[in-house]
């Protein structure tokens, strides 16, 4: 019933965005394939490496206390975008399973018995893996409220690919505009070919009030060096490289999707586990609108872990080509700075709770102005049985996202995330 409906989706003839979609699609198959055929050529070669079952950032982010599902893609120019929480460190991979040879002894024939017939069940082509919920509540002191509530389905197939269904409720209020509800739905793909993850997935969003608009995205992954593991099993060292593109409606706040703007947004990732407690993470975006205004937009982030606590250094940095706040209603500065220190604690509290705490101190810079830029956060993860976890999680912060003038900026984010596994 699942496919039915996915093959309906994309190719009924009674949806008007089927032309836009279908033609999204042929983009974003033709850099499959054009990956594919370079990773099909790089796989040959690397056919006698040790490291075949290495898995990327995205599959293996905490694995032994926290299952931390790809972040949903909200195109927001904000460095509240690049949370800490984001950039986390991989778990140690999983080690070559050695298959034992197979039995070659010889039965004499037996005519007189019956031939034997399996009763081993059939794999079915898709099976439940997971369902994810997110969740997130942002606020501020100038009256704006962003809902996100965001459900994620994911299906293992058979070949060992996975898909998954993404859908959700998400409200948009601000001051002065009226209310805009969305409703999400995204259908994805991700799967390997050697070393390299593929993940891509396409959908649309279906406003109160507004016109349908399709959104996609799509993400090529691959280490650069193979992982070092010492003999306790603990990560050393490893280096992957992502290559990222965005499009979608601009889901900044009420105002920029009442004027109907959309971005495509693209460029790399980098992740540098140096050693055992320090690693590096590194995130270059360009980006274009449908508005005639381009963004430049980079954040580096070096952490250095001691047991249970760490320190961190973050570096963001935003630059776009026309300031039009207050035209097309999202914060577009020509340049912005942020730069801060951050000490963190993280632990367990219980046998089901564990929890961080951690404090950003440091300073932003706006139109040639320095101020204070701090932020506080807490997260606490609930174990509730060997299945299912739960998250919940709080900060404040006073990093701008929007052109304030002379008064002080102060933004609230309640986030939370149910994660059911089968």
């Known amino acids: 019933m699942a496919d039915n409906f996915i093959l309906y989706f994309f190719i009924s003839p009674h949806s008007s965005y089927t032309g836009l979609i279908w033609r999204c699609l042929q983009i974003q198959l033709g850099v499959i394939c054009s990956v594919g055929i370079w990773t099909l050529s790089e796989a040959k070669l690397q056919a006698a490496q040790a490291h075949q079952t290495w898995k990327s950032p995205s599959e293996l982010i905490e694995g032994v206390t926290k299952v931390n599902p790809e972040p949903t893609p909200i195109l927001m120019a904000a460095p509240e975008n690049f949370n800490p929480d984001l950039q986390l460190r991989p778990a ?30 059939r794999m079915p082509d898709a099976v439940l893996e997971s369902i994810h919920t ?23 197939l058979s ?12 409200l948009f209020e601000q001051r002065g505009v009226e209310s805009i509800t969305n409703f999400p739905l995204q259908v994805g793909w991700q799967g390997k070919i050697g070393q390299v993850t593929l993940q891509t997935a396409a959908g649309v ?11 996609l995205n799509a993400k090529v992954e ?18 992957v490289l992502s290559g990222n593109l965005e499009q979608g409606p601009y889901k900044s706040n009420a105002r920029t999707l009442e004027n109907q703007i959309t971005a495509w947004r693209f460029g790399p990732d980098l992740y540098w586990q140096i050693d055992g407690n320090t690693s590096l993470f590194s995130s270059l975006r360009l980006g274009s609108y449908n508005d005639g205004n381009s963004e430049v937009q980079s954040f580096s982030r ?59 101190l440091g300073q932003q810079r706006l139109k040639g102005e320095f101020d204070n830029a701090n932020t506080y956060q807490t997260r606490c993860t609930v174990k509730v049985s060997p299945n299912i976890e739960a998250d919940l999680g709080y900060s404040f ?4 996202n929007q052109e304030t003038g002379g008064s002080a900026y102060g933004g609230n984010s309640l986030t939370g995330q149910l994660r059911v596994k089968f």
Request: proline residues 11%.
């Open 92 to 121: 140690l991979p999983e080690p070559p399973q050695n298959s034992s040879p197979p039995k070659t002894s010889i039965e004499p024939p037996q005519d007189s018995s019956p031939p034997k017939i399996s009763t081993e069940p």
């Open 159 to 170: 070949n060992g690919n996975t898909i998954f269904v993404k859908t959700g409720f998400n």
């Open 134 to 156: 997110d969740y997130r509540y942002d606020t501020d002191n100038f009256g704006q409220t962003n809902l996100f509530f965001e459900p994620t389905v994911q299906f293992r």
């Open 302 to 360: 070096l952490e250095r872990k001691f047991g249970q606590f760490s320190l961190a250094a973050n570096l963001f940095n935003l630059s776009f080509d026309r300031d039009l706040e207050r035209t097309s209603g999202y914060f577009s500065p020509p340049d912005f700075l942020v730069y801060n220190a951050e000490v963190a604690w993280e632990g367990d509290i219980a046998n089901f709770l564990r929890c961080r705490l951690a404090a950003n």
């Open 205 to 215: 969003d279906v406003f109160n009030r507004l016109p349908t608009a399709i959104n």
């Open 397 to 400: 912060s006073n990093v701008r």
């Open 222 to 239: 691959a280490p650069i060096s193979p992982p070092q593991v010492s003999s306790s099993g603990r990560l050393l060292s490893v280096v």
